[in-house]
């Protein structure tokens, strides 16, 4: 998902590929947007914890930029063995957020897994207000635990 357009306030929203020099920009991102619902679910928010999460599947792992600033990140892959890309996660910078760049990614990311008959699954914290969004472009509830909910698209 190197390629995707998505305009905010009449402005195009770019993908780049996230590199090692963004690692710390990112702990800040995932601790600015996601720290209050990790604590509502009572998961853990420590410096390790927060880092292993940004770490984990990073080669998929992009920085949104809007007018050469990053405003957040999309980090997605593909598995071929099940057709199926993972959303691991979506993150947008809450000065960013509401102008349409988070639904404008989800819906290019399924638009590309209909036209290769792809499923598109994600999880998702129960207290976070993005599942929302998720229910509205179409995911279903596949399973719950206590603290997520897994989702997922079909084509």
Not at 75 to 103: C, D, M, R, S, T
Request: proline fraction near 3%; glycine fraction near 6%; aromatic fraction near 10%.
């Amino acid at each position: 998902m190197d390629k995707v357009t998505v305009f905010a306030n009449d402005a195009e929203v770019q993908l780049r590929k996230a590199t090692s020099e963004d690692v710390e920009y990112l702990m800040r991102l995932r601790d600015l947007t996601m720290t209050p619902y990790l604590k509502q679910a009572q998961m853990d928010t420590d410096y390790k914890s927060m880092r292993q999460r940004v770490m984990y599947h990073f080669e998929g792992a992009h920085i949104l930029v809007l007018k050469d600033l990053p405003v957040g990140l999309f980090k997605v892959v593909f598995n071929q063995a099940e057709n199926l890309w993972n959303l691991i996660q979506v993150q947008i910078h809450p000065k960013y957020q509401g102008l349409g760049i988070g639904g404008g990614l989800l819906d290019s990311l399924l638009s590309k897994a209909k036209s290769t008959g792809a499923c598109v699954e994600l999880s998702v914290i129960k207290t976070n207000p993005a599942y929302r969004l998720y229910r509205r472009k179409g995911f279903e509830l596949v399973k719950s635990t206590e603290q997520e909910c897994i989702l997922r698209a079909y084509p």
